[in-house]
C-alpha cells in the first residue's frame, strides 16, 4: 500500500473528456486506487483556453479540499492540463493549496504543430472551430474555444505565458516527457506531422524540449505515446503498465513528504 501525504489529483489535457467511450485516465486512475492512494481525476474543458479552464480546475480542486479536509494536493497533469495548472497556481491565488505540480507531456514552450494550424485561412480555421466546439460542448465543455486554445499554445504565446508566470515559491514543480519510436501506434502519422513541425523528437504531440519545466527528471519510456500516457486508449494489461510510470512519480513524491 502506498500513503501520500496529500490526494493525487490527475489532471487532463486538451481534447480528453469523460465521455461515453473517451476517458481521462482511463484504467490508470482505478489501478493507483488500488494501491491505497486517494486520487481524483479532474473534468475541465477538453478545448477551453487556458484561462477559463483554470478557473474551473480551482473549483474543481477547492471541492476536493473540503472534501478531504486537507490543506494542499499532489497536482499530476498532462500535455496541455500542465499549462491550465501553471495558471491557476500563480494567476489564481493557490499557490498555498499545491504542495507539487508533475506535468507530462505539457508544452510549457509552446506547439509548433499548433502555431502551424492556425496558419490555415480565417474562414476553414473558424469552420473548423465551429463544429469542433460544439462536438465538445455536447460533450459536457461550458465554454469550448478551440481557436483561443491555439492561440494560447504558441511558441511566441507560451514565451509570454513564461515571463507573466512564474513558479511559485513553496511548490514543487517537476516534468516528464515522452518519445515515439514505433511505428504500430496510432499515433505515428501525427508524430511524423509533429516532429516535422518541432524539429524534435516527440510523443506524437508535444515535443521532449518544450516538454521540460520545473526540475526535469527525463523521458517516461516504453515508446508512450500521447495519448496512451492519459488512457485514452489501449489495453487493461497495457494501461497497467502505464500506470507503473504514475506509481514511480507517487513515490518520488512520497519521499518528498508530499
Given at each position: 500500500m502506498i500513503k501520500t501525504r496529500?490526494?493525487?489529483?490527475?489532471?487532463?489535457?486538451?481534447?480528453?473528456?469523460?465521455?461515453?467511450?473517451?476517458?481521462?485516465?482511463?484504467?490508470?486512475?482505478?489501478?493507483?486506487?488500488?494501491?491505497?492512494?486517494?486520487?481524483?481525476?479532474?473534468?475541465?474543458?477538453?478545448?477551453?483556453?487556458?484561462?477559463?479552464?483554470?478557473?474551473?480546475?480551482?473549483?474543481?480542486i477547492l471541492a476536493i479540499l473540503a472534501k478531504e479536509n486537507c490543506e494542499k494536493v499532489n497536482l499530476i497533469a498532462h500535455s496541455k492540463g500542465g499549462v491550465d495548472c501553471r495558471y491557476m497556481i500563480t494567476h489564481l491565488g493557490m499557490e498555498n493549496s499545491v504542495a507539487s505540480l508533475t506535468t507530462l507531456s505539457t508544452p510549457h514552450h509552446g506547439s509548433g504543430l499548433s502555431a502551424q494550424l492556425l496558419k490555415m485561412p480565417a474562414f476553414a480555421a473558424k469552420s473548423v472551430a465551429f463544429f469542433n466546439d460544439l462536438f465538445f460542448r455536447i460533450c459536457g465543455d461550458k465554454q469550448p474555444d478551440i481557436l483561443q486554445l491555439g492561440k494560447d499554445l504558441t511558441p511566441e504565446a507560451m514565451e509570454q505565458f513564461n515571463r507573466n508566470t512564474p513558479d511559485m515559491p513553496?511548490?514543487?514543480?517537476?516534468?516528464?516527457?515522452?518519445?515515439?519510436?514505433e511505428k504500430k501506434s496510432l499515433l505515428?502519422?501525427?508524430?511524423?506531422?509533429?516532429?516535422?513541425?518541432?524539429?524534435?523528437?516527440?510523443?506524437?504531440?508535444?515535443?521532449?524540449?518544450?516538454?521540460?519545466?520545473?526540475?526535469?527528471?527525463?523521458?517516461?519510456?516504453?515508446?508512450?505515446?500521447?495519448?496512451?500516457?492519459?488512457?485514452v486508449y489501449g489495453r487493461k494489461d497495457k494501461l497497467t503498465g502505464v500506470s507503473m510510470h504514475y506509481l514511480h512519480i507517487i513515490r518520488h513524491l512520497q519521499s518528498l513528504g508530499f
Open positions: 496529500y490526494p493525487i489529483v490527475l489532471v487532463h489535457g486538451m481534447m480528453v473528456k469523460d465521455f461515453l467511450f473517451w476517458h481521462a485516465f482511463r484504467g490508470i486512475s482505478d489501478h493507483l486506487k488500488a494501491q491505497g492512494l486517494t486520487v481524483y481525476v479532474t473534468n475541465q474543458d477538453g478545448v477551453g483556453s487556458v484561462a477559463t479552464n483554470a478557473l474551473q480546475l480551482k473549483a474543481e513553496g511548490v514543487y514543480y517537476q516534468s516528464y516527457s515522452s518519445t515515439l519510436t505515428y502519422l501525427p508524430y511524423k506531422v509533429s516532429r516535422h513541425c518541432e524539429q524534435d523528437a516527440t510523443d506524437g504531440m508535444v515535443s521532449v524540449s518544450s516538454s521540460q519545466w520545473g526540475e526535469y527528471q527525463g523521458d517516461l519510456g516504453d515508446d508512450l505515446d500521447h495519448f496512451k500516457m492519459v488512457g
